[in-house]
């Protein structure tokens, strides 16, 4: 493919723009399991970020999001957890208040919102109230689209909060399950590329961030662990790896999302 159409092609997968169809055909939901996929987002659609921890939601996802925000769209970050333990030197409850404070200011910068369940960091729990209260959150923020973990981790809140995201799409899209706001369908669901969720990530879309990058990496700034204070370097790592996908995607700067298997099934009437 020339570069300039490998370019377009690319640009009309962005997450901001009317045209976002990976499988564009397929309308319908799969038989019995009315989850993600195949319909095209709106540009003023909500893009949801649902992460164990605040870091990962903004040094992993948080692009996106901007990216969303810029092109016109809505942005809402949900923690599961304010990763109150992951300071070697202040008490987790002083480090979950600085950590809460620091991801509503990262949003307010992205003109996101900021939302937070806060279980107890190294140990959310996979079930149902859980996955309920994800759900609640998916039906009133009513996302088009939602970002969240991968579920090849090496970090058990990282997969917990895969298994939690999944059924919480399958719950939200469910008017059966009667919980205080009316039902809701997730359009499109992305996995994000995170040093931790490494294993059999297989990118499939890449999103021109090179418009947000700026604003993405301040925002990031605000939490002190992005500068290597924690003992990972995830300034240097995030910047890279944008720069990297962005050669690979043909932008400046890309980040590069993995879309879960059945998203990627088309059902057509003929080749
Ligand atoms: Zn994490």
Redesign the pocket.
């Known amino acids: 493919m020339e570069p300039r159409n490998r370019r377009s092609f690319l640009k009309d997968l962005g997450l901001g723009t009317t045209a976002f169809s990976i499988a564009g055909e397929q309308e319908k939901s799969m038989p019995g399991r009315p989850t993600v996929g195949g319909e095209e987002t709106a540009i003023s659609s909500t893009l949801m970020t649902i992460?164990?921890?605040p870091?990962?939601a903004f040094f992993a996802m948080g692009a996106p999001v901007a990216n969303q925000i810029h092109h016109g769209g809505h942005g809402v970050f949900v923690s599961l957890s304010l990763?109150e333990k992951g300071s070697a030197t202040i008490p987790p409850g002083e480090y979950g208040a600085l950590q809460r404070e620091a991801t509503v200011r990262a949003a307010q910068m992205l003109g996101a919102q900021a939302e937070f369940l806060a279980y107890p960091d190294g140990q959310i729990p996979i079930n149902d109230e859980a996955s309920l209260a994800v759900c609640d959150m998916i039906r009133e923020y009513q996302p088009a689209i939602v970002v969240t973990h991968w579920r090849g981790s090496w970090?058990k809140?990282?997969r917990a909060c895969y298994e939690i995201v999944d059924r919480a799409i399958f719950y939200a899209s469910l008017p059966a399950f009667t919980r205080k706001q009316p039902a809701h369908r997730v359009k499109k669901l992305f996995f994000a590329e995170n040093w931790?969720d490494a294993e059999d990530f297989r990118p499939d879309t890449y999103l021109d961030i090179s418009a947000v990058f700026e604003r993405w990496t301040e925002a990031c700034a605000v939490f002190p662990m992005w500068r290597g204070e924690n003992g990972f370097r995830y300034d240097d790592y995030y910047r890279s790896l944008a720069r990297a996908n962005g050669c690979i995607g043909n932008f400046e700067y890309a980040a590069a999302l993995m879309s879960p298997a059945e998203q990627l099934m088309r059902r057509v009437p003929s080749l």
Do not use: S
Request: hydrophobic share 20%; net charge negative.
């Open positions: 992460a164990a921890h870091g990962d990763g970090h809140d990282h931790e």
